[in-house]
């Protein structure tokens, strides 16, 4: 994307809230747009003004992030959602993800990674660490029914959006992708748009999710 990255923060610590403005505004090409002190008062925050990225907060007293993220990607135009975690033990991480956030960052990481994540993200590129990574290889390794489902959806990609969504499982970038299948980005971009598509999905991180859940990642 081009211009500033539009960041809406949402926690129920305010000095969280604090910080992390005080971090992003000073961040290059990133600028702080609103703040929300619980789930519930981000459809306002966002009517009011529009966000790139939510970084949102799992655990919140009235609406916890994991709903709230199901409403913010249920937007017509939704902008991406980050999970703030103080652990990345966290089982509410996983169900974000599925909720339709594109990663997942811990509270305490240095102010440069928490910059690189929000234009990353804004950029397209997911968020997935390697210890969720291998959560979700054991998890898809351990469920049946998700291996299942997963393989039977799967079935209806082609062979090259297959790769494509081979490259996403694995966390790569667009133009990873696409240089290792010796393609344009933007055919990358159209193979993208054909697989959330024809899976029903909202992001790329939730084929990301399907690919673990087949075993192929």
């Given amino acids: 994307m081009t211009g500033e990255v539009r960041v809406l923060i949402v926690d129920d610590d305010a000095l969280v809230r604090a910080g992390l403005t005080l971090m992003l505004d000073g961040a290059d090409g990133i600028v702080v747009v609103?703040?929300?002190?619980?789930?519930?008062?981000?459809?306002?925050?966002?009517?009011?003004?529009?966000?790139?990225?939510?970084l949102m907060d799992v655990r919140m007293p009235r609406v916890n992030g994991i709903a709230a993220t199901h409403r913010v990607r249920a937007r017509t135009t939704p902008?991406?959602?980050?999970?703030?975690?103080?652990?990345?033990?966290?089982?509410?991480?996983?169900?974000?993800?599925?909720?339709?956030?594109?990663?997942?960052?811990?509270?305490?990481?240095?102010?440069?990674?928490?910059?690189?994540?929000v234009r990353r993200v804004a950029a397209g590129d997911p968020i997935l660490?390697?210890?969720?990574?291998?959560?979700?290889?054991?998890?898809?390794?351990?469920?049946?029914?998700?291996?299942?489902?997963?393989?039977?959806?799967l079935a209806a990609l082609s062979g090259r959006e297959h790769e494509v969504a081979l490259g996403l499982g694995e966390g790569r970038s667009n133009a990873e992708i696409a240089?290792?299948?010796?393609?344009?980005?933007?055919?990358?971009?159209?193979?993208?748009?054909?697989?959330?598509?024809?899976?029903?999905?909202?992001?790329?991180?939730?084929?990301a999710l399907l690919m673990h859940d087949a075993g192929l990642c």
């Fill in 34 to 54: 609103g703040e929300a002190g619980d789930g519930d008062q981000v459809p306002a925050a966002l009517d009011s003004r529009a966000a790139d990225v939510v």
């Fill in 79 to 117: 902008p991406e959602v980050i999970v703030l975690t103080t652990f990345d033990t966290d089982e509410n991480v996983l169900r974000a993800l599925r909720a339709g956030a594109s990663g997942f960052l811990l509270k305490d990481s240095p102010p440069a990674t928490i910059a690189d994540a």
């Fill in 179 to 207: 240089a290792r299948l010796h393609v344009s980005v933007a055919t990358v971009k159209a193979h993208i748009t054909h697989i959330l598509t024809k899976l029903d999905l909202g992001n790329r991180t939730q084929v």
């Fill in 129 to 153: 660490s390697p210890a969720i990574t291998r959560r979700l290889m054991d998890r898809a390794a351990t469920d049946a029914t998700a291996y299942d489902r997963a393989r039977s959806a």
